[in-house]
């Protein structure tokens, strides 16, 4: 089971047989959602309902909503104080700090390489591009969020490749772990993690091969 917590709205609800779909406020394809998976809820779902969910993987691959609930009938952001024990999910603040922990150590080779690269040519640019798309690129997620919960015109997902790929894919990789979007699409992260592998390769190469 995915330990993110998603939304999204309830678009189809067939009440006697017990299930639905749910659309991801992310824009992604609509998930399973059973009645068994709301044991708490205080009334049956309804169409429009916002949802909050985790995920999960069935062995046929499609993915479905599981520990679900109604958002104003349980609130999963405010769960009842408890002392922490090993393997709870971490607070807010130890998110944070694990995330930037992730980061730095993606951006450790490019920004040895970069100004390794700014040493040797006194080119600055690739040190100004990597924070100044990756805003942009952070942007254009939130964006394209707000779109997607709108259900207006999109932007495409190979304009946020093309923005990772000039440098922005730090950017992308916090807005999916703090926007929650972006983050399931299987198809969408191979092509990401593609892009982060070959930045990450062909700064290698340079600081092996490069100019001394």
């Known amino acids: 089971m995915n330990a993110d917590l998603y939304s999204g709205k309830l678009v189809i609800w067939k009440d006697d047989r017990g299930f639905g779909f749910i659309q991801p406020d992310d824009g992604g394809k609509e998930v399973f959602l059973h009645i068994s998976e ?4 205080p009334r049956r779902p309804r169409i429009n309902d916002t949802i909050y969910y985790y995920c999960t993987t069935n062995s046929d691959g499609k993915t479905r909503a599981v520990n679900a609930s109604i958002r104003g009938l349980k ?12 393997g709870d999910k971490p607070g807010p603040k130890t998110g944070l700090a694990l995330l930037l922990v992730k980061l730095l150590l993606l951006l450790s080779l490019p920004l040895a390489g970069a100004t390794h690269f ?3 040519t006194g080119n600055y640019w690739p040190l100004l591009l ?15 969020k707000t779109r997607a919960r709108q259900k207006i015109w999109r932007t495409s997902e190979q304009t946020l490749h093309v923005c990772e790929l000039a440098g922005g894919w730090p950017g992308g990789y916090v807005a999916q772990r ?3 979007h972006k983050s399931i699409k299987p198809s969408y992260q191979f092509e990401f993690w593609l892009i982060v592998v070959l930045h990450q390769f062909a700064w290698l190469v340079w600081l092996g091969f490069g100019l001394k």
């Open 75 to 86: 609130k999963r952001s405010e769960p009842p104080l408890k002392k922490p024990r090993p």
């Open 130 to 144: 990597y924070p100044v798309m990756s805003v942009f690129t952070f942007v254009l997620y939130a964006d394209d």
């Open 178 to 180: 703090v926007l929650r």
């Open 38 to 41: 709301l044991k708490d809820s």
């Open 118 to 120: 700014n040493w040797v």
